[in-house]
């Protein structure tokens, strides 16, 4: 079988938020950029659905902000979490230094598709579905390519710069033998759907109660629900049968009673096994990390789609010159870990804290029912409010684009 062959300056292999982004940024200030997706499309599930106030403000600076809201979408100015009786807003966004001061709630597959339609317009982007990398090039000790397989046949992408977007479970990464350092994590999540009516509330909300964490996420005509377990409980809730599990859904959020039963059979329910790591090194020679592939982020505050955008905005900053004059060298790939790594390893060491210090001990039942000291602070200091919305709006040193662009703009 014939071997198709083709070149770039930069092939990211991965299609999630952070390799089409970095691609459209790419082709933007004129590099050939080829993007590999395995799947044939970007319609799947129980993908990370939220927006957030800094890619908000990347669509803005962009000039398609007005374009980008109108596709449908839910949004959140407070994020609030409910134990017991208290009914807390524990971050309100509305007073970021941004156009847009809301969470928006999109279907990832939206998302990514507006990116992709957008890049498409620059003769530069290259996307190709159903492309499913399968090793590195190298020559000598760098890496010159990917290998992929297509449907109609293996294929060669030789590139200046292989950059690896292809999320926690990254092959890429793997085929480089990067070293993973494993941060742990105390719990799974299991992610369902049950439909929404008119009468629901609107706003996303996290719940604690009798020792169980819930995640409520409004997706117009459904909610997408989280349960928080255990780390490898999920057997033994299986084992007990759907029944319980729908009458502990139904004892968290009430107002779903009468729509449990939605949950037909355990095909319903999906589960995430939650992993938080980093990598010591980024980047070989040729090679660069970014997104989930360089730093697995916990579901803790949602951020790891923010991050993962803001890894591919800051890549483009520092390598898009570079690439298109053909002098990149493992220097721009330092300064890419050196810009993202402090932001990664904060906002990992407060997921980790929340994980330690909260969700493990609910878990395990150690916790003492009372409402926890930062969350009373937030309930009776509304201005204290405005600190985790920052964090999770905006998080640690939010990028803005500064690459060149192209004279044509779509």
Known sequence: MTTETTE????????????????????RAGVDVVVLEKHADFLRDFRGDTIHPSTLELMHELGWLEEFLALPHQQATTLRFQSGPHDIAIG??????????????????????????????????????????????????AVVGVRATTPTGPMEVRADLVV????????????????????????????FRVSRRPSDPVDPAGRFEGGQFFIL?????????????????????????????????????PFLADRVDELRTWDDVKLLTVQVNRLSTW??????????????????GGVGVNLAVQDAVATANLLAT????????????????????LPARLTQRAQVLIQDRVI???????????LPWPLWLLRHIPPLRRVPARLVGMGIRPEHIHTPALEHHP
């Open 283 to 300: 980047y070989q020679p040729g090679l660069l990390c970014i997104g989930d592939a360089a730093h697995a982020m916990s579901p803790v």
């Open 322 to 341: 570079p690439l298109r004059d053909r002098a990149m060298r493992v220097e721009h790939l330092r300064q890419v870990q050196l810009r993202r790594e």
């Open 92 to 141: 309100d966004f509305t007073h970021l230094p941004t156009h847009a001061r809301f969470i928006a709630f999109m279907p990832q597959w939206d998302f990514l598709n507006f990116l992709a339609h957008k890049a498409a317009a620059y003769p530069g982007f290259h996307l190709r579905l159903r492309a499913e990398a399968t090793g590195l090039m190298r020559q000598g000790d």
């Open 217 to 253: 996420i409004n997706r117009t005509d459904q909610w997408q629900c989280g349960r928080v377990i255990a780390k490898g409980t999920a057997e033994q809730l299986r084992a007990r049968g759907l029944e319980p599990f729908r009458a502990e859904l139904a004892r968290l959020a």
């Open 360 to 370: 493990g001990p609910v878990l395990k039942g150690e916790a003492t029912g009372r």
């Open 8 to 27: 770039a300056r930069c092939c990211i292999v991965g299609g999630g938020p952070a390799g089409m982004m970095l691609g459209l940024l790419l082709a």
């Open 164 to 191: 690896a977007a292809d999320g926690r479970g990254s092959l890429v990464r793997e085929a480089a033998g990067l070293a993973v350092e494993e941060l742990g994590a105390p719990m799974d999540v299991l992610w």
